[in-house]
């Protein structure tokens, strides 16, 4: 059974930094994409970046571009998002996902792709 454990989240001053941590057991999978995914009251879950297990193919939403950075490390199996210069719009509650996919050149954006969840970890910036 796979299971995906957020913590790092917390309440920051716009400008500050967080790094979001998510620790993954139970799968199986040689391919696959994992990603951080956020949603903010009253709107739809957004993916914010996503990352290939080969560690190579990495891919963020254009409001997220040059101040977020996904990585992973799989001797901890732990997946994790470093956000930096972070401002109010990036309050959400954020989402670690997978799924096992054979092949990809980037990993989808698109929640409904992915099956396996965390349960969340919420971030607040206030300014």
């Known amino acids: 059974q796979v299971q995906l454990v957020e913590s790092g989240g917390g309440s920051v001053q716009a400008g500050g930094s967080l790094r979001l941590s998510c620790a993954a057991s139970?799968?199986?999978?040689?391919?696959?994409?994992m990603g951080w995914f956020r949603q903010a009251p009253g709107q739809e879950r957004e993916g914010v970046a996503t990352?290939?297990?080969?560690?190579?193919?990495?891919d963020y939403a254009d409001s997220v571009k040059g101040r977020f950075t996904i990585s992973q490390d799989k001797t901890k199996n732990t997946l994790y998002l470093q956000m930096n210069s972070l401002k109010p719009e990036d309050t959400a509650m954020y989402y670690c996902?997978?799924?096992?996919?054979?092949?990809?050149?980037?990993?989808?954006?698109?929640?409904?792709?992915?099956?396996?969840w965390g349960q969340g970890t919420q971030v607040t910036v206030t300014s």
């Open positions: 990352i290939y297990s080969d560690g190579d193919r990495t």
């Open positions: 139970g799968y199986t999978w040689s391919r696959y994409c």
């Open positions: 996902a997978a799924n096992a996919f054979r092949w990809v050149a980037y990993c989808p954006a698109r929640p409904g792709q992915y099956n396996y």
